[in-house]
T-cell receptor, first 113, second 114 residues
Framework: KNEVEQSPQNLTAQEGEFITINCSYS?????LHWLQQHPGGGIVSLFM???GKKKHGRLIATINIQEKHSSLHITASHPRDSAVYIC???????????????FGRGTQLTVWP | DTGVSQDPRHKITKRGQNVTFRCDPI?????LYWYRQTLGQGPEFLTY????????KSRLLSDRFSAERPKGSFSTLEIQRTEQGDSAMYLC????????????FGPGTRLTVT
């Protein structure tokens, strides 16, 4: 079983729709990351959070530490948002943080005009 | 600051050949990570370095794989006797220091083994 689970695996939306991608994890963490990957492979960090909520433009990320769950929301989605969105965590182990990331499988988002 | 760079971006090789990839991290980033991503999956950890020391290796890193970071700057990942199952995107990431969780990713090297 993967330490990080994402849903849905694929998501199709019409331009302007509100998008939600979910991430659940089964381990203690120090930080959770939302990453964006475009065709060709490059990965860009969108958010890093350990509690609460962060907002950047049309993107909002929330995390509930007690429930071990995070969501990424995109408001007023646009075709340029089409990409793979990946949830990743830094695992907390015996009081220290492992530098390596554990990744979910990713969510392929396609936004149609 | 030019970001993390990887070379080559694409590599096609025949089964049984050796390949070597290079990663140049952001300057003064002392942590460097290698990940592998197969189609439709999230990246998986291979190994990481703090400066020139290789501190952790995944069980995915069989004895055909070796990584080095000789002067604590750029790193190389070599795969010997490539197999078709090695076909994947190989990603490199760097991080400033042990107290920072954020990682900066390179564009990746896509390996195809025929």
């Amino acid at each position: 079983k993967n330490e990080v689970e994402q849903s849905p695996q694929n998501l199709t939306a019409q331009e302007g729709e509100f998008i939600t991608i979910n991430c659940s994890y089964s381990v203690g963490i120090s930080a959770l990351h939302w990453l964006q990957q475009h065709p060709g492979g490059g990965i860009v960090s969108l958010f890093m959070l350990s509690s609460g909520k962060k907002k950047h433009g049309r993107l909002i990320a929330t995390i509930n530490i007690q429930e071990k769950h995070s969501s990424l929301h995109i408001t007023a989605s646009h075709p340029r948002d089409s990409a793979v969105y990946i949830c990743a965590v830094n695992v907390s182990h015996r009081g220290s943080t492992l530098g390596r990331l554990y990744f979910g499988r990713g969510t392929q988002l396609t936004v149609w005009p | 600051d030019t970001g993390v760079s990887q070379d080559p971006r694409h590599k096609i090789t025949k089964r049984g050949q050796n390949v070597t990839f290079r990663c140049d991290p952001i300057s003064e980033h002392n942590r460097l990570y290698w990940y592998r991503q197969t189609l439709g999956q999230g990246p998986e950890f291979l190994t990481y370095f703090q400066n020139e020391a290789q501190l952790e290796k995944s069980r995915l890193l069989s004895d055909r794989f070796s990584a080095e970071r000789p002067k604590g700057s750029f790193s190389t990942l070599e795969i010997q006797r490539t197999e078709q199952g090695d076909s994947a995107m190989y990603l490199c990431a760097s991080s400033p220091n042990a107290g920072t969780y954020e990682q900066y990713f390179g564009p990746g090297t896509r390996l195809t083994v025929t």
